[in-house]
């Protein structure tokens, strides 16, 4: 029997290898006749296409190629970025993979240079002469919706993609209209930067005598961007694609959407029958990777004369940048506005939002992708709504918290939370932080005249795993929510196991084989995990969203299942027993009570492939597969607590302690989801103190280098302080309901809560994150102190 089984802290297998170099990314692979793509991108935000000219690049030596939307167009292709989700009433723009007409944003390419050598592809780009008349440019959603706006594209009136709602509104006007008390929250999600480590790249190969193109490239989601070459952008049937993701360095949802530079390179090499690269600079990768977050929302809630909510009203209008990304619909709709009501029975809730597009690049799926969002509105409003009522925010959260006994839990926005224990993680939190001592040094400081002290609170909730296939489907989902787990045990007794949970950096390898290990009682070692590779993987929609051992692990669970039921069958036949009798335990098969009789998994896997006394009828082989479809989300849920200390002179906060008791179901590995926990906080108070992807008026990234953007350094955090509660997931069979990204959800709002907590005093109500030191100490300087 392994050792390996759920909770215990294994070292990620993946991890020697990538720490001494020896990772294979897509930028490290060559092939023979290797050439070398670059796009030709626009410095506009919004401008008319007058002419290309690119005589000067071709005449340079080595140059091979200079592309356009033309020829394109001329070859026959689709060659469109398609929409994953669709809304009612959306307006879909066609979103080409070179401009043609207009160029949309700084940084939309509109040719193509194909050379011998990376760098001479880069100095010929620079020959390529765009003559382009300006236009001009809108940033921001509100404006954009203007009568007198720029208009960037004819299909979409006022700029206006689509305007959507859910809830019910009637509901909450009688809740206004009944309430005692009512708090208004204007608030921006400001925009961030997904940074992985790894930039973007494809290297694709194809070969015109089996009609097949290998395309290597850095993506969350190999199968998807399989289907989506196939049917929107080059028109080869799917069978005749293969997809490989080699070591992904990151992706924070960046890496799933479909882009228009890995079809181009796939394309080029179908012109040039030559394989080719492309891989974006980390300058490109500012102004061509999706961005998240981006809201403007306003929001009003309801309540009685205790503090209880009644009613929540929202308005949020979604910078959806210049084109529609594959899934950055889905985003803020129905994963923002579903979850809304957070953690608290609040009896009817209504929420609006209204997509635009404007001159920046398009936003799109980002770590938590609609949850942060929503966390950061319905906790900032709570906060304030204590404030108001003269309560504590423990108390005002406790007061209108979902009780532990109404799970499974309907929503008034058409969500049902599956499990929770809401009071339980705050009680805890409170408990490792010793809440009425942190009042205390806080009390103390005011009266002595000490740098404030902040104490924030989160009490979050997310959905994982989107699911079932039917629901989103019936939603506007242009893609399943299921995935594949196949199980194949060797006659020798090793397995291998084939996922469609394509890690980035995640830990499947090491999670999967846990799985795998404990269910089947094969040592890891004896276990390889296999993903990321269209060509050996049947099918499998991806990593994102938290999904990966809520859904990719539970097929896992079940394909194990059917190894253990197909074995017991062909024990029950060796042992001349009864199928019933015999039992599965410790990675043997036995009658129940005749130990001394066991057979190994090894054993009946080797009867299985030689296939000599088989039952009649019975396939050789021991090998499953199970395409699994859950029947609901997984709601994990938690409480974050921060403490934050600002200097009044300088404007500068310091995070002084960060405590976090987070509950995502049953723990595989605890020193993965210890990890992913740290990783995500440190995001989320990146937003919330540090990130801001700021455009000009003319549509120019401000904060478009690592000189200008600035992201959380070790030395800014605390050491976090981790602690969990346990409540099972009921519908999955692992008892797990996701981690990767409630760090992130949860953290941006605990920190913005400490900061403006400490800065009641001064009389300050409200700011925008991120905090920078100017902006406070401007808030300061205004206050009343």
Request: aromatic share 6%; proline share 6%.
């Amino acid at each position: 029997m392994s050792a390996s089984v759920f909770g215990t802290a294994v070292k990620r297998r993946e991890d020697p290898a990538l720490i001494r170099g020896k990772g294979r990314y897509t930028d490290d692979l060559k092939l023979p006749g290797l050439l070398h793509a670059v796009m030709v991108r626009t410095p506009y935000a919004h401008a008319r296409i007058k002419g290309i000219d690119s005589d000067a690049a071709l005449k340079m030596k080595g140059v091979v190629a200079v592309y356009t939307a033309r020829d394109l167009e001329e070859s026959g292709i689709p060659g469109v970025v398609p929409v994953g989700w669709l809304l009612p009433g959306l307006k879909m723009p066609p979103h080409r993979l070179l401009a043609s007409d207009k160029v949309r944003y700084a940084g939309d390419a509109v040719a193509v240079v194909v050379a011998e050598d990376s760098y001479l592809a880069h100095d010929a780009a620079e020959q390529v002469d765009v003559d382009c008349e300006m236009l001009p440019a809108v940033t921001e959603p509100r404006q954009a919706m203007a009568e007198d706006a720029p208009q960037l594209h004819e299909e979409a009136e006022r700029n206006i993609a689509f305007d959507w709602e859910l809830g019910d509104s009637q509901a909450v006007e009688r809740a206004f209209a009944q309430a005692d008390q009512r708090v208004e929250l204007e608030l921006r999600n400001n925009r961030l930067v997904a940074f992985a480590v790894e930039p973007r790249s494809a290297l694709a190969n194809y070969d015109a005598s089996q009609q097949k193109l290998t395309l290597y490239m850095t993506t969350q989601n190999p199968h998807v961007h399989r289907l989506l070459i196939s049917m929107a952008s080059l028109g080869l049937p799917e069978h005749k694609i293969r997809v490989v993701a080699p070591e992904v360095g990151g992706g924070f949802g960046s890496k799933i959407p479909h882009y228009p530079e890995e079809a181009l390179a796939a394309w080029c090499s179908m012109q040039l029958e030559r394989p080719v690269k492309w891989t974006a600079t980390r300058s490109e990768s500012f102004l061509t990777d999706t961005q998240g977050r981006d809201h403007h929302s306003s929001a009003q809630a309801a309540l009685d004369s205790q503090g209880r909510l009644l009613g929540l009203r929202v308005k949020t209008y979604a910078n959806l940048g210049a084109y529609l990304s594959t899934f950055s619909t889905a985003v803020p709709t129905y994963m923002y506005g579903s979850l809304l009501n957070g953690a608290y029975a609040v009896p009817a809730v209504h929420c609006n939002v209204v997509g635009v597009f404007t001159n920046t690049v398009p936003v799109d799926a980002y770590r938590g992708a609609g949850r942060p969002e929503a966390t950061l509105l319905i906790e900032r409003l709570m906060d304030l709504c204590a404030r108001q009522c003269g309560l504590d925010p423990v108390q005002a959260r406790r007061r209108n918290f979902i009780p532990a006994d109404r799970f499974p839990y309907a929503t008034p926005l058409n969500m049902e939370y599956d499990s929770g224990n809401y009071q339980a993680s705050l009680q805890r939190v409170l408990e490792m932080g010793d809440y009425p001592k942190l009042r205390e040094e806080q009390q103390r400081r005011r009266q002595e005249g000490g740098k404030p002290l902040g104490i924030g609170l989160s009490t979050y909730i997310e959905a994982c795993g989107l699911a079932p296939s039917a629901l989103v489907g019936s939603l506007g989902a242009q893609a399943g929510q299921w995935e594949s787990g196949e199980i194949r045990v060797h006659p020798s007794g090793s397995v291998t196991v084939y996922t469609g949970s394509s890690s980035h950096g995640q830990g499947h390898e090491t999670t999967f084989a846990q799985i795998v290990a404990q269910r089947l009682g094969v040592e890891m070692s004896q276990i390889e995990v296999v993903h990321g590779d269209t060509d050996k993987v049947p099918f499998g929609w991806g990593t994102y969203g938290s999904r990966s051992a809520a859904v990719g692990g539970s097929a896992l669970a079940a394909s194990s299942q059917k190894i253990i039921e197909k074995g017991r069958r062909i024990a029950a036949h060796l042992l001349e027993a009864a199928v019933e009798d015999v039992e599965f335990r410790d990675g043997s098969f036995m009658v129940r009570g005749s130990p001394d009789q066991a057979q190994p998994l090894a054993a009946i896997a080797g009867a299985a492939h030689m296939a000599h006394n088989l039952p009649d009828g019975m396939e050789p082989g021991l090998r499953a597969t199970t395409f699994y479809d859950p029947k609901n989300f997984t709601f994990p849920f938690g409480a974050h607590l921060a403490v934050v200390e600002i200097d009044p002179d300088t404007g500068q906060t310091q995070v002084l302690r960060y405590l976090a008791v987070d509950d995502v179901g049953e723990v595989i590995n605890p020193l993965i989801v210890d990890g992913q926990l740290h990783g995500g906080i440190a995001q989320g108070i990146g937003q919330a103190l540090f990130e801001d992807a700021v455009y000009d008026q003319g549509g120019q990234l401000l904060t478009a280098s690592l000189l200008d953007y600035a992201l959380p350094r070790s030395h800014q955090l605390p050491n976090f302080e981790l602690d969990r509660t346990t409540t099972v997931c009921p519908h999955n069979p692992l008892g797990v309901k996701g981690v990767g990204e409630a760090g992130t959800i949860a953290s941006t709002a605990a920190v913005a809560n400490a900061v403006m907590d400490a800065l009641q005093p001064y009389g300050v109500r409200h700011l925008d994150t991120p905090f920078t030191p100017e902006k406070i100490w401007n808030a300061i300087q205004r206050g009343e102190k």
